[in-house]
């Protein structure tokens, strides 16, 4: 089992706790079950993606989308068929769960299936507060300046 120390990036950043989790499951996933159903990930524009996976021979209610803690599943169970023989079976006919790391604000907005492609859309909309805002600097007198001009205004008034 690898792991990764990043204490490194967490002494100059914050908020990454979930990074070191996501990389170990990365590292730690199984190659043969990530390869089944084939997808596509898409970047649609500056906030818009599409995650597109090659369902064939799944209909609708045999598959399933969920989102749990910044987790994105998609599973399709296959109902049970008359057994057939098969002198050789290239199409996959199994369940499967492949599941998606979603970063934060980033949000599900709907799904199709089309032609044996499911493809679910995400949206990533960041909080207004959340957005990146110009802090203007006002500009203070000197300290010295302000005392010198207070000690200026006292003399003149107790001079008339």
């Known amino acids: 089992m690898n792991s990764i120390d990043l204490t490194p990036l967490y002494r100059s950043s914050i908020g990454y706790d979930r990074l070191a989790s996501l ?3 990365a590292l730690n ?3 043969s079950a990530a390869a089944y159903p084939p997808y596509n990930i898409e970047v649609l524009d500056e906030s818009r993606y599409a995650i597109t996976l ?16 910044g987790v994105l599943s998609v599973s399709g169970d296959r109902a049970k068929t008359e057994e057939r023989r098969y002198l050789h079976q290239g199409i996959a006919n199994r369940a499967f769960e492949r599941k998606f790391n979603l970063a934060e604000h980033v949000e599900v907005i709907g799904a199709q299936l089309n032609n ?3 493809t679910i859309n995400l949206v990533k909309e960041i909080p207004e507060a959340m957005k ?6 006002d500009q203070a007198p000197n300290a010295l300046e302000h005392k010198a001009d207070h000690q200026a205004d006292a003399t003149d008034s107790s001079a008339a």
């Open 23 to 25: 990389l170990n499951s």
């Open 29 to 31: 996933t199984d190659s």
């Open 116 to 118: 044996g492609l499911l």
């Open 54 to 69: 090659a369902v064939a021979g799944f209909e609708q209610a045999e598959l399933s989308i969920k989102i749990e803690k």
């Open 132 to 137: 990146p805002k110009t802090i203007a600097i």
